[in-house]
């Protein structure tokens, strides 16, 4: 059974600073991997999505990465702002189709600080 | 914009009361929708996968006769929670891929239950 964990569970950062979210997965036989984020009381947005012959994704100041054989992928965001306070959700999908069950993790809780 | 829109985003109600959540996909069609729950801190736990035109795959543990899920046309699936009790209090959010194999999940912006 596929479990995705997230390291570390909160961070305090403050404004201006780079940092690197974890995310580890037990089963290397993925799909794809996404990040998403969570503001408080909403659903999730979808930042980034790696395939699994992909290393790295990037948009804007968020750069993702993706080590399938070590089951790692990272969440790097550059130059933080109170507005990238949230939380911080990676996925994986097991196989193709649309039917396939995204296992999540645990989640990074963010707060970016002036 | 909003590519999987859900409503209501708040329901309160009393014990009892049986509550309907949409849950839309808006510029593609979805053969197939998840709907979660997420309890206060804690990550997203799958409750069923909805299926258009036969019936939801349910999670081990999630009770059927509870949360009714319809997925009758390709845009649209509902879940029912019926007779709710305080204990059913939480956020469900929905979910569906596009249309594309490769494409993200979206998902809805989630709705607030509270059983009085």
């Known amino acids: 059974k596929q479990e995705v964990t997230q390291i570390p569970a909160a961070l305090s950062v403050p404004e201006g600073e780079n940092l690197v979210l974890n995310c580890s997965f037990t089963?290397?036989?993925?799909?794809?991997l996404q990040w998403f984020r969570q503001d408080p009381g909403k659903g999730l947005t979808s930042l980034l999505l790696?395939?699994?012959?992909?290393r790295e994704q990037t948009s804007g100041r968020l750069n993702a990465s993706l080590d399938k054989s070590s089951g790692r992928s990272t969440l790097y965001i550059a130059a933080s702002q109170p507005g990238d306070s949230a939380t911080y959700l990676c996925?994986?999908?097991?196989?193709?189709?649309?039917?396939?069950?995204?296992?999540f993790g645990t989640g990074t809780r963010l707060q970016v600080t002036l | 914009g909003a590519v999987v829109s859900q409503h209501p985003s708040w329901v309160i109600c009393k014990s009892g009361t049986s509550v309907k959540i949409e849950c839309r996909s808006l510029d593609f069609q979805a053969t197939t929708m998840f709907w979660y729950r997420q309890f206060p801190k804690q990550s997203l736990m799958l409750m069923a996968t909805?299926?258009?035109?036969?019936?939801?795959?349910?999670e081990q543990g999630v009770e059927k006769d509870k949360f009714l899920i319809n997925h009758a046309s390709l845009t649209l699936s509902t879940l029912t929670v019926t007779s709710a009790h305080p204990e059913d209090s939480s956020f469900y959010i929905c979910s569906a891929f596009g249309q594309l194999d490769n494409q993200p999940q979206h998902f809805g912006d989630g709705t607030r239950l509270s059983i009085l």
């Open positions: 089963d290397s036989a993925i799909y794809n």
């Open positions: 909805s299926n258009e035109g036969s019936k939801a795959t349910y």
């Open positions: 996925a994986v999908k097991p196989r193709a189709g649309t039917a396939s069950k995204l296992t």
């Open positions: 790696i395939q699994s012959s992909q």
